[in-house]
């Protein structure tokens, strides 16, 4: 539960991804299994585990949650223009 709860890591993330959609219950096993796939192969290759980071899904597909922000701030009623910054 602690790597869950922490924010700047990876399964934070994940963690806070699922507990939204699915309950805090099915996100700790969730968790729980990252973890056990990360130490399988870590212990095959005889590697060491890189963090991907807390903003790994944000990277992973930017306009997703550009949408999702614009999404959010137009159901709070605000009226929303991009403009790419220089």
Do not use: F
Not at 20 to 31: D, E, I, L, S, Y
Not at 59 to 78: I, K
Request: a positive charge; glycine letters at 4%.
């Amino acid at each position: 539960m602690a790597c869950a709860h922490n924010t700047r890591t990876y399964l934070g993330a994940r963690y806070r991804r699922i507990a939204t959609r699915r309950g805090p219950q099915k996100a700790n096993v969730a968790v729980q299994h990252a973890m056990l796939t990360a130490i399988w192969h870590m212990a095959t290759t005889a590697t060491t585990y890189q963090d991907p980071g807390a903003d790994y899904y944000t990277r992973l597909n930017p306009e997703r949650a550009r949408t999702r922000a614009v999404r959010q701030l137009e159901t709070m009623g605000y009226r929303v223009t991009l403009d790419t910054a220089s």
